[in-house]
């Protein structure tokens, strides 16, 4: 199974902040990775696929870079409405696996 | 959109069926996964259904305890869990295949107690 390291497991920011958050596969997953938001008692919604497409409706602030095996998650300006989990997603080979989640609060 | 049933409250030992109806798509041209999380963990992938041909694929963890089953005429798709176990009370979620995956159910909680 491929695992994905997260990091950090969570961070404290303000509103205005940029913040990043990275997951390291432990092996080659060309472009299939992932980003999703995770708000308290929601589901997760996707923000980014393909290392780097911006899902359709999300705000620009929101970018995705990396390759090979290092994918980095930027907010550029965090707003309140940002304070949520983050986890990424490698969907190259089965079974596909999840980052252990990012927890962005408020500084 | 996908709409899941409700919650569901189990004895250890018992069978789930879980629901996850689908519209504003054509339910037979994307796979189909189930994803869940534990009360205050991150997400597990469970497996999928090809809505097309009934085909899955199962994480390793789950085969033999889970059943996933669609039908067409109504684009739903089942999950079935057997032999549950307090581990297993989490939500569960079905989510449409798209560059990883797109759209995501509500969720259903499953709670598992004696």
């Known amino acids: 199974d491929i695992q994905m390291t997260q990091s950090p497991s969570s961070l404290s920011a303000s509103v205005g902040d940029r913040v990043s958050i990275t997951c390291r596969a432990s092996?080659?997953?060309?472009?299939?990775l992932g980003w999703y938001q995770q708000r308290p008692g929601e589901a997760p919604k996707r923000l980014i696929y393909?290392?780097?497409k911006l899902q359709t409706g999300v705000p620009s602030r929101f970018s995705g870079s990396g390759s090979g095996t290092e994918f980095t998650l930027t907010i550029n300006s965090l707003q309140p409405e940002d304070f949520a989990t983050y986890f990424c997603?490698?969907?190259?080979?089965?079974?596909?696996?999840f980052g252990q989640g990012t927890k962005v609060e408020i500084k | 959109q996908l709409v899941q049933s409700g919650a569901e409250v189990k004895k250890p030992g018992a069978s789930v069926m879980l629901s996850c109806k689908a519209s504003g798509f054509t339910f037979t041209s994307s796979f189909m996964h189930w994803v869940r999380q534990a009360p205050g963990q991150g997400l597990e992938w469970m497996g999928r259904?090809?809505?097309?041909?009934?085909?899955?694929d199962y994480a390793q963890k789950f085969q033999g305890r889970v059943t996933m089953t669609r039908d067409s005429s109504i684009n739903t798709a089942y999950m079935e869990v057997s032999s549950l176990t307090p581990n297993d009370s989490a939500i569960y979620y079905c989510?449409?295949?798209?560059?990883?995956?797109?759209?995501w159910g509500q969720g259903t909680a499953v709670t598992v107690s004696s």
């Open positions: 393909t290392i780097s």
């Open positions: 092996q080659g997953i060309r472009e299939d």
């Open positions: 997603l490698q969907y190259y080979s089965f079974p596909w696996t």
């Open positions: 259904l090809n809505p097309h041909n009934g085909g899955t």
């Open positions: 989510a449409r295949q798209a560059g990883g995956m797109d759209v």
